[in-house]
């Protein structure tokens, strides 16, 4: 399978979320043996790309994390072909218009609320890649249109964030073993010698700048990894996964810039089509 999240690196848009989540996979397989890793995991590629701005330092530190957890992943002979991690240098849309197409699964999993709109769901979709995301953005339009069990869905809704956060400022927020795992075994030094005391004390704490888990990652957590082996399980289903992105493509239409322009000209420039001799 190949898995991809490529657009803008902002926290709120979660790779830390997408990465964790491999990273919690790739320690159940080292903990299996070869013949469950197998039957447990399907084979994935794991690619990433995205620019951020020269001094968004945490974007930077989650790039680094990315290629740290690539760079042992990717050379692991117990692992081989069950996983793979690709960051994409230089993303633009000449790198979009290959990998776009090539894909099958697409994250588009930003804390609910944060997206203001989002177009690379909608290019994804149009190419009969599956998404799975938060109900953000246009996310919320496309699973309407393609219908629900063509979108994996998991995660907190949009009104429920800012009940989450305070919940999290009183310090009743409990995280899930399994969130707390993954932590743990990133500060084990498995994927290198780099300190990422900054980055996992970003997910950590009630409350300050940089603290506390303002995007929600460790709340998400679960329902992320537990989303992803219903992917699996689909995965594994090759007519049921095609039928998926059929659908997904079928019920793209509305996204199309004709539509779009009709209707802009329609209802808000109040303007006729001229017709062509």
Same mark, same amino acid.
């Given at each position: 399978?190949?898995?991809?999240?490529?657009?803008?690196?902002?926290?709120?848009?979660?790779?830390?979320?997408?990465?964790?989540?491999?990273?919690?996979?790739?320690? +159940?397989?080292?903990?299996?043996? !070869?013949?469950?890793?197998?039957?447990?995991?399907? =084979? #994935?590629?794991?690619? &990433?790309?995205?620019?951020?701005?020269?001094?968004?330092?945490?974007?930077?530190?989650?790039?680094?994390?990315?290629?740290?957890?690539?760079?042992?992943?990717?050379?692991? =002979?117990?692992?081989?072909?069950?996983?793979?991690?690709? &960051?994409?240098?230089?993303?633009?849309?000449?790198?979009?218009?290959?990998?776009? =197409?090539?894909?099958?699964?697409?994250?588009?999993?930003?804390?609910?609320?944060?997206?203001?709109?989002?177009?690379?769901?909608?290019?994804?979709?149009?190419?009969?890649?599956?998404?799975?995301?938060?109900?953000?953005? !246009?996310?919320?339009?496309?699973?309407?249109?393609?219908?629900?069990? *063509?979108? &994996?869905?998991?995660?907190?809704?949009?009104?429920?964030? !800012?009940?989450?956060? +305070?919940?999290?400022?009183?310090? +009743?927020?409990? =995280?899930?073993?399994?969130?707390?795992?993954?932590?743990?075994?990133?500060?084990?030094?498995? &994927?290198?010698?780099?300190?990422?005391?900054?980055?996992?004390?970003?997910?950590?704490? *009630?409350?300050?700048?940089?603290?506390?888990? $303002?995007?929600?990652?460790?709340?998400?957590?679960?329902? $992320?990894?537990?989303?992803?082996?219903?992917?699996?399980?689909?995965?594994?289903?090759?007519?049921?996964?095609?039928?998926?992105?059929?659908? *997904?493509?079928?019920?793209?239409?509305?996204?199309?810039?004709? #539509?779009?322009?009709?209707?802009?000209?329609?209802?808000?420039?109040?303007?006729?089509?001229?017709?062509?001799?």
């Amino acid at each position: 399978m190949f898995d991809i999240q490529v657009k803008r690196i902002h926290e709120y848009k979660r790779r830390l979320l997408n990465i964790f989540g491999i990273v919690y996979r790739y320690k +159940k397989m080292k903990e299996m043996s !070869a013949a469950e890793r197998k039957a447990n995991f399907v =084979p #994935r590629v794991c690619i &990433f790309g995205g620019k951020a701005f020269a001094t968004y330092v945490q974007a930077k530190r989650i790039v680094k994390f990315i290629t740290d957890v690539g760079a042992t992943v990717n050379h692991d =002979p117990e692992i081989g072909d069950l996983l793979k991690v690709v &960051f994409v240098p230089d993303y633009n849309v000449s790198v979009a218009e290959m990998l776009i =197409p090539a894909s099958e699964l697409s994250q588009h999993i930003s804390t609910a609320g944060m997206e203001a709109s989002g177009t690379s769901n909608m290019k994804f979709a149009m190419n009969g890649c599956i998404l799975i995301g938060t109900l953000d953005g !246009a996310n919320v339009e496309i699973r309407e249109e393609i219908g629900a069990d *063509n979108f &994996f869905f998991f995660g907190a809704k949009a009104h429920e964030i !800012a009940g989450l956060r +305070k919940e999290r400022a009183e310090g +009743k927020f409990v =995280p899930d073993p399994r969130f707390e795992e993954v932590k743990e075994f990133v500060r084990s030094g498995v &994927f290198g010698s780099y300190n990422y005391d900054e980055l996992m004390g970003s997910l950590e704490g *009630n409350e300050g700048f940089g603290r506390a888990d $303002y995007f929600l990652v460790g709340k998400d957590f679960p329902s $992320y990894i537990e989303c992803q082996e219903k992917v699996d399980e689909a995965y594994r289903n090759q007519t049921k996964w095609t039928r998926m992105s059929i659908l *997904n493509t079928a019920g793209s239409y509305k996204f199309s810039s004709d #539509r779009t322009i009709h209707e802009y000209a329609r209802e808000i420039w109040n303007i006729e089509p001229v017709q062509l001799p």
